[in-house]
């Protein structure tokens, strides 16, 4: 799926343009020999060629922000558009919030999955999944789409996390009562604001937390003010497996294997640099590049969200552990009976109650921090 272009797109008002998908190539020879061989690959996914050429496959539709239950009349009572956050870059979001202007909610900055490659805030499967948050767990949204890999390896997708922050904070000083985007101000409590993502996208929201922490925006974000992490079955790894990378069976619809995983931190990870790198591994203690130890980083009270068929798992386990001993405020919620990425793929049985529960908990820990 190519990256869209939305420079055009004014602030605040609903997406029109139409997006250019890549489909697949019936003749891959004709590709191979105009691109070279494929060099990295994953199925139904992405293949990355040999002069640089990257083809991604339509794996999920992209749909408006007036699909499903943010419809004009949708049942959800919710409200979504589109807004440009960075022209340059071509950083965009979707801004999702109830319908109902009572009472102001805190504000979640969400980052979408996809191994920092693929991925999209408008794949319908993220559209249905954030367009809950407002109603289920009593919050605004910010849904991010940032740059993508191996276009644009790390740390792209963590400075256009930063901007979207930056962008936020904009809001939140702004004075105008009666612009495109008054009627979503008007609904965020901006001294409440989350960072939160799943997979890749969690990796992102940690990343962001630990950079705003370090001052990259400055020593105050007034008026905004960052009271948590969400992160939802986070994407890291290493060197050295863990045992449920090692041993853990994937059904053949599984959203994330050992291999896959490789292959998507080859494509992001800065060329030449292995998986102990600190953007993969902040656990490291073999990073020689100067990276922050955990006991040292500012962080803010953490959610980790895990499933128990995840070959994550136990790396999500090992995090939440160094989190703790380093003295951070840290909650895990483990989902059993489900695997990677199941509240947004419902590739599971259990994957609808397993959402509802995980929409709970966010809710109490969101809450928890907001009153």
């Given at each position: 799926m190519r990256r869209r272009r939305m420079g055009a797109l004014h602030v605040g008002e609903p997406r029109v343009v139409s997006f250019q998908q890549v489909s697949k190539n019936n003749n891959n020879n004709g590709q191979q020999g105009h691109h070279g061989a494929v060099v990295e690959e994953i199925h139904g996914l992405i293949r990355v060629y040999k002069d640089g050429h990257v083809e991604r496959l339509p794996a999920m539709p992209d749909v408006p922000c007036?699909?499903?239950?943010?419809?004009?009349?949708?049942?959800?009572?919710?409200?979504?558009?589109?807004v440009v956050v960075d022209r340059a870059t071509g950083v965009w979001a979707r801004l999702y919030a109830p319908a109902e202007s009572g009472n102001k909610v805190p504000v979640v900055v969400y980052f979408h999955g996809g191994?920092?490659?693929?991925?999209?805030?408008?794949?319908?499967?993220?559209?249905?999944?954030?367009?809950q948050l407002p109603i289920k767990s009593g919050c605004a949204v910010m849904s991010v789409d940032y740059?993508?890999?191996?276009?644009h390896r790390l740390p792209a997708a963590f400075d256009d996390g930063l901007a979207a922050v930056r962008w936020l904070?904009?809001?939140?000083?702004?004075?105008?009562?009666?612009d495109d985007l008054s009627w979503w101000r008007g609904r965020c409590r901006f001294d409440s604001v989350f960072l939160m993502g799943d997979s890749a996208g969690a990796t992102i929201a940690f990343h962001v937390a630990a950079r705003l922490g370090q001052g990259h925006l400055g020593a105050s974000l007034g008026p905004l003010c960052v009271r948590g992490a969400i992160l939802v079955q986070p994407f890291f790894g290493g060197e050295a497996?863990?045992?449920?990378?090692?041993?853990?069976?994937?059904?053949?619809?599984?959203?994330?294997?050992?291999?896959?995983?490789?292959s998507y931190w080859r494509m992001a990870l800065p060329a030449g640099a292995g998986r102990d790198h600190p953007w993969c591994n902040?656990?490291?203690?073999?990073?020689?590049?100067?990276?922050?130890?955990?006991?040292?980083l500012p962080l803010p009270p953490v959610l980790v969200c895990i499933a128990e068929a995840d070959i994550l798992r136990d790396r999500n386990l090992e995090l939440c552990k160094?989190?703790?001993?380093?003295?951070?405020?840290?909650?895990?919620?483990?989902?059993?009976?489900?695997?990677?990425?199941?509240?947004?793929?419902?590739?599971y049985h259990l994957s609808q109650p397993r959402t509802q529960e995980m929409l709970a908990h966010i809710k109490a820990f969101v809450s928890a921090r907001s009153s």
């Open positions: 007036t699909w499903g239950s943010t419809a004009v009349q949708g049942p959800g009572g919710v409200i979504a558009r589109d191994g920092f490659c693929v991925g999209s805030a408008a794949w319908s499967c993220y559209h249905e999944f954030l367009a740059r993508l890999a191996p276009e904070r904009q809001q939140a000083a702004s004075c105008r009562n009666n497996r863990t045992a449920s990378e090692k041993t853990m069976a994937q059904p053949p619809r599984s959203a994330l294997s050992l291999s896959t995983s490789d902040p656990l490291s203690s073999s990073s020689s590049r100067g990276a922050p130890r955990l006991d040292t160094a989190l703790r001993k380093a003295g951070k405020s840290v909650e895990q919620a483990m989902y059993g009976g489900v695997g990677h990425a199941f509240q947004v793929l419902h590739n």
